[in-house]
């Protein structure tokens, strides 16, 4: 089924009985859920509960084993290659680590899929990237750094200039602020929620962090026994009865990260 994306109710992601095993592990089953255009949906649950296998599912990277899978009205496990590029184009992702190469510098990292996928020349594609590093909030003097030479911050910010290269709609994150310190942590929170404000974005995350859940999230979704329990905001979440989601939210992090929401709110 193909569904329309110009009415603002239709979902840019909907999710349908979605089942995902490796041999005889079940990782998904009968799994649903949507994510509404312009708002930002984190993913949360338990270790093994499968939250980057979906995303990996989402963007193609794995095909699932039952279940219909709808990106900006598509599913592209039925489209052939050609228009499957062009709907991937409208989506950008940041890997855990960020995955950026080794080999080139930021500036070619970033430049890499606007010379491959928009067809720009070098020239064109490296001024562009420079933009690109500057709404991340990268400075000048790192783009022509090499990863290795980078701060676990600098990297997320240059791996977040590659996944916007192509202008998407839709912006894939997988454990943006892992790894980072509290302070780089809240600003690359902040950088997100006003990259989705001013670019229109809708943002799929893949988080642990708290602080990012009450901080910037529309809606919070937890994956608990192969399936979405609930997809709602935050407070009706964290209300759920349930004892991962009661010792998550309400346990002494959950508690400090809801403190300073209240606080932040009240500012």
């Given at each position: 089924?193909?569904?329309?994306?110009?009415?603002?109710?239709?979902?840019?992601?909907?999710?349908?009985?979605?089942?995902?095993?490796?041999?005889?592990?079940?990782?998904?089953?009968?799994?649903?859920?949507?994510?509404?255009?312009?708002?930002?949906?984190?993913?949360?649950?338990?270790?093994?509960?499968?939250?980057?296998?979906?995303?990996?599912?989402?963007?193609?990277?794995?095909?699932?084993?039952?279940?219909?899978?709808?990106?900006?009205?598509?599913?592209?496990?039925?489209?052939?290659?050609?228009?499957?590029?062009?709907?991937?184009?409208?989506?950008?992702?940041?890997?855990?680590?960020?995955?950026?190469?080794?080999?080139?510098?930021?500036?070619?990292?970033?430049?890499?899929?606007?010379?491959?996928?928009?067809?720009?020349?070098?020239?064109?594609?490296?001024?562009l990237a420079c933009v690109k590093l500057a709404l991340a909030g990268l400075p000048l003097s790192a783009a022509n750094k090499y990863p290795a030479s980078l701060s676990g911050g600098m990297i997320k910010r240059a791996?977040?200039?590659?996944?916007?290269?192509?202008?998407?709609?839709?912006?894939?994150?997988?454990?943006?602020?892992?790894?980072?310190?509290?302070?780089?942590?809240?600003?690359?929170?902040?950088?997100?929620?006003?990259?989705?404000?001013?670019?229109?974005?809708?943002?799929?995350?893949?988080?642990?962090?708290?602080?990012?859940?009450?901080?910037?999230?529309?809606?919070?979704?937890?994956?608990?026994?192969?399936?979405?329990?609930?997809?709602?905001?935050?407070?009706?979440?964290?209300?759920?009865?349930?004892?991962?989601?009661?010792?998550?939210?309400?346990?002494?992090?959950?508690?400090?990260?809801?403190?300073?929401?209240?606080?932040?709110?009240?500012?």
């Open positions: 089924m193909n569904w329309s994306i110009t009415a603002p109710h239709i979902p840019v992601i909907r999710v349908r009985g979605l089942g995902n095993r490796f041999g005889r592990q079940v990782v998904h089953q009968n799994l649903d859920l949507d994510l509404n255009r312009g708002e930002i949906l984190a993913v949360v649950g338990g270790s093994g509960s499968g939250k980057s296998v979906l995303l990996r599912s989402i963007v193609g990277l794995r095909r699932p084993d039952e279940g219909a899978i709808q990106v900006l009205g598509q599913d592209l496990a039925n489209l052939d290659d050609n228009a499957r590029s062009q709907v991937e184009r409208r989506f950008g992702v940041l890997f855990q680590k960020g995955a950026l190469f080794s080999s080139l510098t930021v500036t070619e990292n970033v430049a890499l899929p606007l010379i491959e996928h928009a067809g720009l020349d070098r020239a064109d594609a490296e001024h791996a977040l200039a590659r996944a916007l290269a192509l202008d998407p709609d839709i912006l894939f994150l997988d454990e943006p602020t892992a790894g980072l310190d509290p302070i780089g942590a809240a600003a690359f929170d902040q950088l997100i929620l006003t990259l989705r404000d001013a670019l229109g974005l809708s943002v799929f995350l893949v988080t642990h962090d708290l602080d990012t859940l009450y901080t910037i999230t529309d809606r919070v979704a937890v994956l608990s026994q192969k399936r979405v329990l609930v997809a709602a905001p935050i407070a009706q979440v964290a209300a759920t009865p349930d004892p991962w989601v009661h010792e998550y939210f309400h346990g002494p992090r959950g508690r400090a990260a809801w403190l300073a929401a209240s606080v932040q709110k009240e500012v």
